[in-house]
């Protein structure tokens, strides 16, 4: 039980670190509507989208099917791993982010927002949000309570041939 209070407490912990990191990108880009992170495969891990969750989880499960299409699409066309994805609509910007091995930075911008920030800023946040998400998932090493006990020595004596003996030729 204490196990699984310590996991709880640690994934609780990482969702407070991640939507914190989340609220401090929208406080530096005014012009974000919506700031969320997923799993890879469509769950929200925590957002920032004006107390609408059902936009938080039809967002997410959306950037996973993207997602999905732009890893097909940089391994199809030889440029490696998934990054970023940019979608400009009349209304403004969806941007998704990779962040660490298992999650995902979206963003909903308005359509005057400065791109080039938008990219820095986001680069920078799912580069945290990664590294806090990745520590989340990673089982805790603890160290064994005693040492591992070696393996004991055979104890069959070696086998003993007796030299071979050749005479000497003269």
């Known amino acids: 039980m ?10 609780a912990e990482a969702q407070a670190q991640v939507l914190g990191e989340l609220r401090r990108l929208r406080a530096r880009l005014p012009q974000l509507t919506g700031a969320l992170a997923a799993s890879a495969d469509g769950l929200v891990l925590a957002h920032d989208t004006g107390g609408d969750t059902g936009i938080a989880e039809g967002v997410a499960a959306l950037t996973a099917a993207a997602l999905g299409v732009a890893q097909r699409l940089t391994d199809a066309t030889g440029q490696g791993g998934f990054r970023e994805l940019l979608v400009r609509g009349e209304e403004g910007y969806v941007a998704t982010y990779a962040a660490g091995g298992s999650a995902v930075l979206t963003l909903l911008a308005e359509p005057r927002v400065n791109v080039g920030r938008l990219h820095l800023e986001a680069r920078r946040s799912s580069a945290r949000i990664g590294s806090v998400v990745d520590a989340a998932l990673v089982p805790q090493q603890r160290p064994p309570a005693r040492p591992p006990i070696p393996p004991r020595p ?10 071979s003996h050749t005479p000497k030729e003269a």
Not at 155 to 161: E, L, M
């Open 2 to 11: 204490t196990k699984t209070r310590t996991a709880a407490h640690a994934h």
């Open 154 to 163: 055979s104890h069959t004596p070696p086998s003993h041939t007796p030299p």
